[in-house]
């Protein structure tokens, strides 16, 4: 990745282009299962932590610039004011020197043991004093999802009793769903007063639930009402009266609710969507749901939430195992990317892709409930980091579209600062005019303040 976006002048505005964000990531799913005794750290499962050099140089191969990315909170996070931030520096000056822009994961499906799991209250304070940590110590860093899926989260940990606290309510479940996105929101909020102009994007799993029968309407009306509910909260967007009876009957109070609408950061974020094969759901008479594999796809999908929330969409996680014939990735790859340029041109706002993962993943057949030791062949590249059929259809994809499909307006596109970039006079310029209007902002919100 030789190419710069920025000439060497000392105080001019960088060269630009248009981008588009093709990116991939570094599973770093970290759940605990068996009551909390046994973790599924993926990075250690699929040997990152042993190859991360040869895992980055892999996206000069691809020429990828934007890497989902996180180091991993339970081995960083060691308790209230304490960090171990010794593997995070030098993967990191890795990136840093290399000009790769890490979409930075800070929550990927678990927490420290110390904090215990998503029920604890305390988790969206000690949350965002670590967001807040990792932005100042890496103060380059642009982009973040600082709670990763928040919705499929909470649902795995705390209503299939799946992961973590391994709970089976309602009430469990939207007490998951409320830590985790005050823990959102905070972590923003932490992030901004380190890096003003820093940008979110909000990975979040795409759903959709079909009624099987007449008698099945009502409850699908729920679940598709339901599967809103992390954005919603995120995003400050009022929920339906149905949602609000809900989220109060199941522990939330209405000073909680309040919170999430009066602190909103819409104008610093883009939706980060997710889209798999398993994303559609099919529900029976009694509630019951089964998989409807792929019914209305990504852009039909991607309309309905665009529509409620208005905001530029990413597509940040898609994958698929190679299968015996060895073309399914490939196939699906381009069914993706299709629907992408579908979105793109029916004028919602899309400035990214990702395939999701790099590497082929560790037992997500079964989503990390047991430790089977299963390879599931749906990487950029396998585990001894053998490209894979999907991953020169990946970078053929790249070669092709890179320079047609940025849009075709100069008013239009992601502000990224390269990381070369951060002690330029023009981003310096920039930090602190987002400083100025983020002081503005606080003095309205005394509890953020405090």
Known sequence: MTDRLHDNAPDRQP???TLFLFATGIENSYPTIRDGRVRRDQMEECGHYRQWRRDFELLEDLNIRFLRYGPPVHKTFLGQGRHDWEFTDLTFAWLKEHDVIPIVDLCHFGVPDWIGDFQNPDFPALFAEYARAFAHRFPWVQFYTPVNEMFICAQFSAAFGWWNEQLKSDRAFVTAL?????????????????????IFIQSESTEYFHADNPKAIKCAEFYNARR?????LNYG??????????????????EEYHFFLDN?????????NDFYHSN????????????????????????????????PVMHTETNFDQGHAGDEAVDWLWKQWANVLRVRNNRVPIVGFTWYSLTDQIDWDIALREQRGRVNPRGLYDLDRNIRPVGEAFKKLLSQWREVLPTQSVCLF???????EYDTPVAARRREGWRRYLRHELKTKPELRS
Do not use: W
């Open 228 to 232: 809103f509910l992390s954005l919603d």
């Open 178 to 198: 409320r830590h985790m996105a005050k823990a959102n929101v905070l972590a923003m909020y932490a992030i901004l007063e380190e890096r003003p102009d820093a």
């Open 414 to 420: 992601v502000p990224v600062m390269l990381p070369s």
């Open 280 to 311: 559609e759901h099919r529900v029976g008479a009694g509630g019951e749901i089964r998989p409807a594999g792929e019914v209305f796809g990504y852009d039909e999908i991607t309309r309905q939430y665009h529509d409620r929330y208005g905001l």
């Open 264 to 272: 909103t950061l819409r104008h610093h974020c883009i939706m980060g």
């Open 237 to 254: 967007y009022p929920v339906n009266s149905h949602m609000h009876e809900y989220l109060l009957d199941n522990g939330m109070t209405r």
């Open 15 to 17: 060269a630009r282009v």
